[in-house]
């Protein structure tokens, strides 16, 4: 069975950084994509970084320059770094994961998903 599980949210002013971690036995795999998207209420899911087992990571438009998807192999642990918050930045933020290779960017059809964590810049 796998399981995602999110942290790291919370509330921070604009300007300040904030790290969310996704703790996951998927890092295990030998191949895998997984990413980071974000749902704010009342918009359509929207996909900001993803990272594979192959692959370099990938960033949406949105943030690229300030968001950092990064990967701890030894811990099982998926993190975005998130610097210059904006208060559009607020969102529910999930981890997702799907066990393939060959490519990996937000446009992959991820499988599994965590339960999400806030994130709210004001």
């Known amino acids: 069975h796998v399981q995602l599980v999110e942290s790291g949210g919370g509330s921070v002013q604009a300007g300040g950084s904030l790290r969310l971690s996704c703790a996951t036995s998927?890092?295990?795999?030998?191949?895998?994509?997984m990413g980071w998207f974000r749902q704010a209420p009342g918009k359509e899911r929207e996909g900001i970084a993803a990272i594979g087992s192959d692959y370099s990571p990938s960033y949406a438009d949105s943030v690229r320059g300030r968001f950092t998807i990064s990967k701890d192999n030894a811990k099982n642990t998926l993190h975005l770094q998130k610097n210059s918050l904006k208060p559009e930045d607020t969102a529910m933020y999930y981890c997702?994961?799907?066990?393939?290779?060959?490519?990996?960017?937000?446009?992959?059809?991820?499988?599994?998903w965590g339960q999400g964590t806030q994130v709210t810049v004001s």
């Open positions: 997702a994961a799907v066990g393939i290779g060959g490519w990996c960017t937000v446009r992959t059809d991820f499988r599994y």
């Open positions: 998927v890092l295990r795999y030998s191949r895998y994509c």
